[in-house]
């Protein structure tokens, strides 16, 4: 069996048949000084940091991290490109639009509605593939209608195709923006294909399926930022869910070297 390459050097992509090294420059542009302990810190050094990169022209990859981090995040990406406004296609079980979260405005369940609410997006460029489960609650979901926000669930991916519900998605996002930033939940994924989650829901989309998706998405639009959150090494066996999160960022940077 061949082992696998983690080259940081070389690559090559058999889906795109380039070199995406080659394509794009890929550079590691270190750590936010995030402290734990101090939540609301943490998401202003994380918007600074993002902010910092993206203004200096690179197209910012972040590694999470919880869901919060796509607050501030994206928030910086909204800020560097106004006035032109960004869509997100966000892939997730969970909607993450909570009002709150243990009595805090800010958590991994409720980036989204802060990001909104705040109005770095729209409610109608905002775009989310894969949501299922029991969670969140109705009141929540009558709020994203209220909004404007579009989702399709795991049972829509069912019914049609996961190829027609990601071109529905791509075309959602693009409804008036032209760029699109795309934040990958891993528990988008069944946890039987990516288990190192911190809150895994059974039923999600096949990791194949998931690769596709950044695939179409990154050929087809103008990405300004991405962010791949929620996997936790504890929980991983095998290091599946990390080799998974590690193609997806490896797919979007192949798919941005065969653009080019």
């Given at each position: ?238 290091e599946i869910t990390a080799l998974l999160a590690h193609r ?13």
């Amino acid at each position: 069996m061949a082992p696998t390459v983690w080259s940081n050097t070389s690559a090559w992509s058999i889906q795109h048949d380039v070199d995406p090294y080659a394509g794009v420059k890929v550079v590691d542009a270190g750590d936010a000084p995030v402290v734990p302990a101090r939540l609301d810190r943490g998401l202003r050094v994380i918007h600074e940091k993002v902010f910092r990169v993206a203004s200096a022209g690179p197209i910012p990859i972040v590694l999470g991290g919880d869901h919060s981090i796509t607050y501030p995040s994206a928030a910086a990406v909204s800020r560097v490109q106004h006035p032109r406004s960004v869509g997100i296609v966000h892939f997730d079980a969970h909607a993450d639009t909570g009002a709150e979260q243990w009595g805090s405005l800010v958590g991994h369940g409720t980036p989204m509605r802060r990001l909104i609410e705040e109005g770095w997006i729209a409610g109608p460029n905002f775009v989310q593939v894969g949501l299922r489960g029991y969670w969140p609650e109705k009141e929540t979901f009558d709020w994203m209608r209220e909004h404007g926000l579009r989702w399709h669930t795991m049972v829509e991916i069912e019914d049609r195709g996961s190829e027609a519900v990601i071109a529905d998605a791509i075309a959602e996002a693009l409804d008036g923006p032209d760029r699109i930033y795309l934040s990958v939940d891993i528990d988008v994924v069944d946890p039987g294909m990516a288990p190192g989650t911190g809150t895994p829901e059974p039923g999600g989309m096949l990791a194949r399926e998931l690769l596709r998706a950044v695939r179409q998405i990154v050929t087809r639009v103008d990405l300004v930022g991405m962010d791949v959150v929620e996997v936790s090494p504890p929980y991983d066996d095998a290091e599946i869910t990390a080799l998974l999160a590690h193609r997806v960022v490896m797919e979007a940077i192949s798919s941005l070297a065969a653009k080019r």
